[in-house]
């Protein structure tokens, strides 16, 4: 069998991967749209816990490239950090710390510079549970309890009107149950949940009309005619059947006007075994 080449995807593939995942669409979904396997999207999603990766923007008051190309040519001119900074319109100490942090006077490089301080930016904030370990103590006590994360937010507040330090959001806990990669809530808590759910679903997202559970050509009980649902003639029987634990399943049928009730024990849920029954 021939081997799948690896394929990697780049930001824009990644950006419509989230886009779709936003619209409801399920992992199979944006897979075959890119030509395969859920499991290569899935990485990607659950990485994430199904939360969208905020874009990393840089600040209005850094140092753009530009600038850093024309402190370089400065420094090729031989010019002077003030005479330099004076040029640019931004502070002698501003232009020094660049210069000193990205190789000093004589191995300065801008485009160098330029992704080294990129790369330094990369320092994501902690969040409080990370912070507090009482907090995340706290909160891990009340999912124990089957709380929802809302609940949990909204009682901090009120137990703790005048500490800040003890003030989370819905959404934080959320993310540090989802996103494993912060290591501050256990992936055990996930049971304690009411939705079971082990990542982030979209609000659009829903099984709802791709035929999944239902049956092909049923006919509905509403149809059925006024004869049978008056319960005036004999003979007309109601089927149903009862699931119990450990896969054990029991049919059961119903006369419906002497309400006549037979039970049959069956191996399995399957039509082949409850008519055979």
């Keep these: ?57 840089r600040s209005r008051l850094s140092l753009t490239l530009a600038e850093r190309e024309t402190i370089s040519r400065g420094i090729a001119s031989q010019l002077s950090i003030r005479a330099i900074a004076r040029e640019l319109d931004r502070s002698p100490s501003t232009i020094c710390r660049e210069v000193n942090r990205n190789g000093g006077y004589d191995d300065y490089r801008a485009t160098q510079a330029d992704q080294a301080t990129w790369d330094r930016a990369r320092r994501p904030k902690h969040c409080k549970l990370a912070c507090n370990k009482a907090l995340a103590q706290a909160v891990a006590r009340k999912l124990q309890c089957h709380w929802s994360p809302d609940q949990i937010a909204g009682w901090l507040k009120r137990a703790y009107p005048n500490n800040e330090d003890y003030h989370v959001s819905h959404e934080t806990i959320y993310k540090s149950l989802f996103i494993q990669s912060r290591g501050v809530l256990k992936k055990e808590l996930l049971t304690y949940l009411r939705t079971n759910r082990l990542i982030r679903r979209p609000k659009p997202y829903s099984l709802k009309g791709k035929q999944l559970g239902t049956i092909p050509n049923a006919v509905s009980i509403r149809e059925r005619p006024a004869s049978v649902e008056d319960r005036a003639v004999p003979g007309h029987w109601e089927g149903d059947l009862i699931a119990g634990s450990r896969n054990s399943y029991i049919a059961t049928l119903v006369e419906r006007h002497t309400r006549y009730v037979m039970l049959a024990k069956v191996k399995s849920k399957t039509t082949e075994a409850v008519i055979s029954a």
Excluded at 4 to 29: F, P, T, V
Excluded at 47 to 53: L, Q
């Design 1 to 57: 069998m021939k081997q799948r080449k690896r394929r990697y995807y780049s930001e824009a593939d990644k950006n419509e991967m989230w886009d779709r995942w936003q619209r409801g669409e399920s992992m199979h979904q944006i897979a075959a749209s890119f030509g395969r396997y859920h499991s290569s999207i899935q990485r990607i999603i659950y990485t994430n816990g199904g939360f969208r990766p905020k874009p990393r923007t």
